[in-house]
């Protein structure tokens, strides 16, 4: 309305100016006076060609606003059905396909029908936070796709901080803005809440150098966060239930009942991870295989029920002795593995002869003091999986060679 008067004001003005121009040439040409021009009371003087010109430009406005006529100055943007793409958003997010590939597939539309820089959608846990889609933008911005508030990162952006913001705070909504490539960037930040239990999974981000598309669609983007906040959240339960399942089923092959310790195969899974960590952050992993000395000596003179005893006994004995991060896990029948996380080869020496000390002042059940021989390695850059448990093995077969009980072998990577 206000831009309406605006329009009307300046035509005024104009229409005004050329009417005393053109009384004014009158003057110098006729000889006539200003007042006699103005008031149209002279021989020469047209009023109804001035008053047409009036009639024409405020016409013209009138008509322009009353049709829709777009201006030069102005944006024309054409209407948007919202229950056409409130739709088309549903089918897509809940197809049969993966809820990931869904969600990546959901929030590219949203970018392209919002005209968004980008969209970001970060999921919550307890101490850290993923970011669940990727694009150009996200790569330019983030390091690494899992953010943890509580650690210092000199190497933020701007970007970074303003998520880790909203994370602590668990911002409902904000609106922030940064500047790139000298243009503002709006930040729309949405919460995303399971709405039965008020769990908080995560946040929306929207990143937009246009905010007023964004500001007109609002009604648009609540519900696609309903939308999206049901379908994460079945997601999370079927995984779930899937994980609670394969838990179930594995728990025979990944954890020794009677024994009360890891199986090899749950010991293999827990390599594997710590592998993938060393490779993405740089970890120390160290590794000890232990084994005990004169086994078969031992499970001949006892019946099974007494080796089954002592070996409940041994294995309580080292996980009394480790720390809650380290993984104690059967290697084969009379050998055992510790897998040390976050240390090196030196730390490993050190438990080594730890146990050895406690091995000498324990006497087992019905078979006495016992000795063992430690194989240790520790993960080099260079290294497999493969690499890695042979060069362990193979430090164990040299200790267990040795005439002195409780041998201790180091065997590291040769570049």
Not at 102 to 129: G, H
Not at 139 to 167: D, W
Not at 339 to 365: H, N, W
């Amino acid at each position: 309305m206000r831009r309406d008067l605006n329009l009307y004001v300046v035509a005024l003005i104009g229409a005004l100016a050329y009417w005393i121009l053109d009384a004014f040439s009158n003057v110098v040409l006729y000889g006539s006076t200003l007042g006699d021009e103005l008031l149209l009371r002279s021989n020469h003087s047209v009023a109804w060609i001035k008053i047409a010109i009036f009639a024409l430009i405020f016409a013209a406005i009138f008509f322009s606003k009353r049709f829709s006529f777009p201006l030069q100055d102005e944006k024309y943007t054409e209407p948007v059905d919202e229950i056409a793409q409130l739709q088309q958003l549903s089918d897509v997010l809940l197809s049969s396909l993966s809820t990931k590939l869904n969600t990546v597939k959901a929030l590219e539309i949203l970018e392209k029908n919002l005209s968004l820089e980008a969209t970001l959608l970060f999921l919550y846990d307890k101490e850290s936070m993923t970011l669940y889609n990727e694009n150009t933008f996200i790569k330019v911005h983030f390091r690494t796709k899992e953010i943890h508030p509580l650690h210092t990162n000199p190497y933020q952006s701007e970007i970074e901080k303003i998520a880790i913001q909203i994370y602590t705070k668990k911002s409902a909504f904000s609106k922030e803005h940064v500047t790139i490539d000298k243009k503002t960037l709006t930040l729309f930040a949405f919460e995303i809440k399971e709405e039965r239990h008020e769990k908080i999974l995560g946040n929306l981000m929207l990143a937009s150098f246009a905010p007023e598309i964004v500001e007109a669609h609002m009604s648009i983007i609540r519900r696609f966060l309903q939308m999206l906040s049901f379908a994460l959240s079945l997601s999370a339960k079927k995984e779930l239930l899937q994980s609670m399942n394969t838990s179930y089923a594995g728990e025979t092959t990944q954890y020794d009942k009677t024994l009360d310790v890891f199986t090899y195969l749950k010991l293999q899974d827990e390599v594997q991870q710590e592998f993938k960590r060393h490779k993405r952050y740089h970890t120390n992993l160290t590794l000890v295989l232990i084994e005990i000395n004169a086994f078969k000596n031992i499970s001949n003179i006892f019946p099974a029920a007494v080796i089954t005893g002592f070996k409940r006994e041994f294995i309580q004995l080292v996980k009394k002795n480790t720390r809650d991060i380290d993984v104690f896990a059967k290697w084969t029948d009379d050998r055992f593995a510790l897998l040390l996380p976050e240390v090196d080869f030196r730390a490993g020496l050190g438990v080594a002869k730890k146990f050895q000390a406690l091995l000498a002042q324990t006497k087992f059940s019905h078979i006495g003091t016992i000795s063992c021989s430690f194989g240790i390695t520790s993960l080099a850059p260079k290294d497999t999986l493969s690499t890695f448990k042979l060069r362990a093995e193979s430090a164990l077969s040299v200790a267990s060679t040795r005439e002195a009980s409780g041998a201790i072998e180091i065997k590291l990577f040769a570049s």
